[in-house]
């Protein structure tokens, strides 16, 4: 569809759509159909800008490489605000302005700034197309990279026009990557504003809407991902009664046959892809996935929560994945994927570091820049991303699609932790499992434009990811009880793959072979498995824990399931710190358990 907007018979949409065109100026308008005629045009128009390199359409068929500018490589939680009339309603943990300053802010940065570009215009569904659970939003934008990650990771084009109908709402989502060019000025292979300040991923949850500026990278500028499938989907959630989480979802089987649907929450590089499509070690035990990101959970009529994926791809971490640590992401970008930030073989393909395949002797890296081995840098930007459609997933599970979402009998929650935290632990309830999820913690990565392996706090991985006040999102977690039976609620467990020795090693293997804790987790739900009670929680006994065939030193298992007293009570007079700033909006029942656990922890 090209032209203008007269086949848009929402007449909202009409109009929002026509007031972008007069704000931003840009050279013409599209409408993406979401045809696979489509996809395929817009590729080559990356192709044609340098955006996109074609790969080897042997070694990698119908797969793109793309490179990013220096300064747009990461989401930038620092540029990312949520705007509301009054800064409570944000929380002391998110970017706050005043909607109405904001907005005219906004309006003055996208003034003209599609000039000499298209606009593209994306209807995008999150979760299957009509679904009463689903949302529909429409990311107008002028970057066609986006155009086409977004047809891979969310469902896109008439059909969603069609189920909006005459009068159905949307959320509206404006990108600009904020380089308008000027009559006749040449076009960069990826424009973007370069100034960090001038970057700007704004969320107006009362509205709600999201306007992005000025960068064209992952979370940035796919707005269905992180800005209304988290952001503006939890503010919803809260609002309707369900929660919008940073999970991944995976269904494990036993041998016997027994199928158990598991979510979990770890901060942005942490393992939820890795966990989602795990091959287990175990003998008979299998993983299919769901989903590898984000969950979108619901009390159903049975009174069990139940969860959904609201995307169709994966927008996956590429340093690190191999044919050892996740063969079936390796399986699922075979073909009709886009690499972003990946290095680039002579051969055409694309390699990055930890792929299990030798680093190339030359190849060209991810700034575009001829590489070697020797070359004292790497070759694969950190934060490198695939976008692979998830149908494509040799392990997907039959119900990924389903709109009514799987029923979970666990909820995880993580983080990347060197110390303290042991391999696994269970909640004593789901009030405690609340207060373990806002207790967490991780050590920064690569997927924020910032400084890595700090820890912070990241309660429920959702520090980056929460419209509205942190404080009331703990208090909708634990109001979850009083919606069910708390009986009929997942059970809730902590894990932590990334504890280290003195010297720096990981004491435990991970990958596949978590599969030995989710057996654990599957136990304790069936009521067999063994367990300790600990001041923090139920930990396996080493007797618990299937360790067959693995071999661990004996020192290494003892600190992965032990718990240092001194240590944890350091980290609950860390946390009591870390609540003060919530004020009145901390529930008392945290509040609770923190003093609860202090007194189990002793020494006070
Ligand atoms: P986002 O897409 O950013 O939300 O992240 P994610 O949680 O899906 O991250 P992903 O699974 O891609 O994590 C990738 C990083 O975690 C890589 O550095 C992996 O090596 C590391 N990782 C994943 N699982 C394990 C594990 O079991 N053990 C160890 N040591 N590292 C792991
Ligand atoms: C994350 O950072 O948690 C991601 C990648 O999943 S992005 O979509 O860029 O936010
Ligand atoms: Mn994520």
């Known amino acids: 569809m090209a032209g203008g907007f007269e086949a848009i018979k929402n007449a909202g949409l009409r109009s929002w759509l026509e007031e972008v065109q007069r704000l931003c100026r840009p050279e013409g308008v599209y409408v993406c159909d979401g045809s696979e005629e489509e996809y395929a045009r817009i590729c080559r128009t990356c192709v044609d800008h340098g955006t996109f390199t074609r790969l080897n359409e042997t070694l990698r068929p119908n797969c793109f490489l793309a490179r990013s500018h220096p300064s747009d490589v990461a989401r930038v939680e620092d540029r990312t605000f949520i705007c509301t009339p009054e800064q409570i309603e944000a929380g002391p943990t998110n970017n706050w302005a005043e909607s109405g300053e904001m907005k005219r802010k906004m309006t003055a940065m996208f003034d003209g700034c599609m000039k000499g570009r298209i606009m593209y215009v994306i209807p995008f569904s999150m979760g299957p197309i009509g679904s009463p659970f689903s949302k529909t939003g429409v990311e107008v934008t002028d970057s066609a990279y986006v155009v086409a990650n977004m047809i891979i990771m969310t469902r896109v084009g008439t059909k969603v026009l069609e189920a909006l109908g005459d009068d159905g709402s949307f959320i509206p989502c404006l990108h600009s990557v904020g380089a308008p060019l000027g009559l006749g000025q040449e076009d960069v292979a990826w424009p973007c504003e370069r100034d960090p300040v001038k970057k700007f991923i704004v969320h107006f949850p009362d509205e709600p809407s999201i306007w992005s500026y000025g960068s064209g990278y992952g979370g940035n500028a796919l707005l269905g991902k992180k800005c209304l499938a988290l952001r503006i989907a939890s503010a919803m959630a809260r609002k309707e009664g369900w929660l919008a989480e940073h999970m991944l979802i995976l269904a494990l089987t036993s041998p016997q046959g027994k199928k158990y649907y598991i979510a979990g929450a770890f901060p942005s590089a942490c393992g939820k892809t890795n966990l989602a499509m795990m091959r ?230 991970g990958y596949g072979e978590n599969s030995r804790v989710l057996k654990w987790i599957s136990e304790r739900i069936e009521g067999r498995g063994q367990a300790v009670k600990t001041p923090i929680g139920n930990l396996p006994s080493a007797e618990a824990l299937d360790l067959t065939g693995l071999d661990i030193p004996a020192a290494d298992l003892q600190a992965l399931l032990t718990v240092d007293r001194e240590a944890w009570q350091a980290e609950a007079a860390e946390l009591a710190r870390y609540y003060e700033q919530f004020g009145d909006r901390l529930p008392e029942a945290l509040r609770r358990q923190l003093a609860a656990l202090q007194e189990r922890l002793g020494g006070r």
């Open 280 to 509: 287990p070690t175990l003998p008979g035990w299998k993983v299919t996935t769901i989903g590898d990101d984000i969950a979108w959970m619901r009390i159903g009529p049975d009174g069990r929560l139940y969860a959904m994926n609201p995307e169709t791809g994966f927008f996956g971490v590429a340093p690190g994945t191999s044919y050892d640590s996740n063969p079936n992401a390796m399986e699922t970008f075979t073909a009709n994927s886009i690499f972003t930030n990946a290095a680039l073989t002579d051969e055409g393909d694309i390699w990055w570091e930890d792929m299990g395949i030798p680093a190339p002797a030359h190849a060209i890296d991810w700034e575009g820049a001829d590489w070697t081995p020797d070359a004292g840098r790497k070759a694969a930007h950190p934060n490198s991303r695939f976008t692979a459609p998830a149908r494509q997933c040799p392990v997907i599970d039959p119900d990924w699609e389903n709109p009514a979402g799987v029923p979970l009998s666990a909820v995880l929650f993580g983080g990347r932790r060197a110390g303290t935290v042991p391999l696994v632990y269970e909640a004593f309830d789901w009030e405690h499992g609340v207060f373990m999820g806002s207790a967490a913690g991780s050590e920064t990565t690569a997927a924020n434009l910032s400084k890595t392996g700090v820890l912070r706090h990241d309660p429920f991985a959702m520090l980056p990811f929460c419209g509205y006040n942190m404080g009331d999102y703990f208090a909708h977690w634990l109001s979850m009880a009083e919606r069910t039976d708390e009986s009929r609620l997942p059970r809730i467990f902590f894990v932590n793959w990334f504890r280290k020795g003195e010297d720096g090693h990981f004491l435990w293997p």
